[in-house]
């Protein structure tokens, strides 16, 4: 017989089990994801856009799910194998366990790559046309705190600047901008839209940079009256790139890995810290590797102390090991954000956890 036949036989068996876990649990949660959906729906957000926004929504869903559905695949793929004998056969001809487990991972890294990428380049602009859907409906918020913010002092007064939305190539969405001095409002006004204007100014020691902005509603605060008007164009300037605005203006799950990095230095390059954004970082370009963990835990189902069990019980087992590794997850983050522990550990912590259970259960087998 040849060499690669034995081999091959076993990652095409992983592969299939695994994309049939994935898929069909990907489907699933897309599903209920549309049916809970229904409860919104109005005059102003039909069923079109609730279809819409669950599509654009299906990447975060996968990469949500790779991680269990590997973990299924496994399981249901060496049971399968386990239940027609060929994992004894095989062990009887003098093939390693370790060996076997290693043909499965081939499959596994995969799955790697494809959540790598999906965070990378597909769930950053899947998840800004899914809250576009919801930002042109029911969604939109009277009051938000998500955008840019900036203080600017000038002598004695300050500037604060509040830009809602911003992309990469300079445009921007609604521009506030209130004048203080000594914590009284001097002037303020409220922008529709800006768009960058490529030249930029020299102000003393720094570069500024400038957006033209459009549809601009102005407010003066005098000792006796306050006047209003309303002017076709204004100018604004600041101290940081339009790229370094897309940035900050962003929520971290909305950033790719690139982008991620980049708001990193960029905070690092202005003696600041954001833990959300570095959380992010971690778990994204980390938790695709959560699934070579996770399909260690799935041979230990199989050649460990559960092997002597049906499948159906370890199937079972796995959904609810994939499901506390999720919430392991979502608790390590927690812990990150709320006591300032290191993000890298944080993110990593699970994954070494699911690791070492995999091989304590591996280990424990019947003799």
Request: no cysteine; aromatic share 10%; hydrophobic share 50%.
């Amino acid at each position: 017989m040849k060499p690669w036949i034995l081999p091959r036989y076993v990652i095409r068996s992983a592969l299939l089990a695994m994309t049939g876990a994935v898929v069909g649990l990907w489907l699933l949660q897309m599903v209920f994801a549309y049916l809970g959906e229904l409860e919104s729906i109005s005059d102003t957000y039909t069923l079109k856009d609730a279809l819409q926004f669950i599509l654009y929504r299906s990447p975060y869903f996968l990469v949500q799910f790779i991680p269990t559905g590997a973990l299924l695949g496994a399981v249901i793929g060496l049971g399968l194998l386990a239940n027609h004998s060929e994992l004894v056969i095989m062990r009887a001809s003098g093939i390693s366990l370790y060996r076997i487990i290693g043909w499965v991972m081939l499959p596994a890294f995969i799955f790697v790559a494809i959540s790598l990428a999906v965070n990378q380049f597909v769930l950053p602009v899947a998840n800004q046309h899914a809250a576009a859907i919801k930002n042109d409906t029911i969604y939109e918020k009277l009051i938000t705190i998500d955008g840019y913010w900036a203080v600017q002092n000038e002598g004695d007064t300050q500037e604060v600047v509040y830009i809602s939305y911003a992309d990469s190539e300079g445009r921007l969405g609604e521009v506030k901008r209130y004048q203080l001095k000594d914590g009284q409002l001097l002037a303020a006004f409220r922008a529709d839209a800006g768009i960058y204007q490529p030249k930029p100014l020299d102000a003393g020691t720094d570069a500024r940079y400038t957006w033209q902005l459009s549809g601009v509603d102005e407010v003066t605060v005098g000792s006796d009256r306050v006047e209003q008007q309303h002017v076709d164009a204004r100018y604004l300037t600041l101290p940081i790139a339009p790229t370094d605005v897309h940035l900050l203006t962003r929520e971290p799950e909305d950033l790719s890995l690139s982008d991620l990095y980049a708001h990193h230095r960029l905070m690092q390059h202005q003696g600041a810290r954001s833990i959300r954004h570095e959380l992010a970082f971690w778990q994204k370009l980390l938790s695709p590797f959560a699934v070579l963990s996770l399909v260690l835990v799935a041979s230990s189902f199989v050649f460990g102390s559960l092997r002597s069990q049906g499948l159906g019980l370890r199937i079972v087992l796995a959904l609810l090991t994939g499901l506390l590794f999720s919430y392991l997850t979502d608790l390590t983050g927690f812990v990150a954000l709320a006591t300032g522990l290191p993000p890298l550990l944080m993110a990593v912590l699970p994954i070494v956890i699911s690791t070492l259970a995999g091989m304590y259960l591996l280990n424990k087998k019947s003799k």
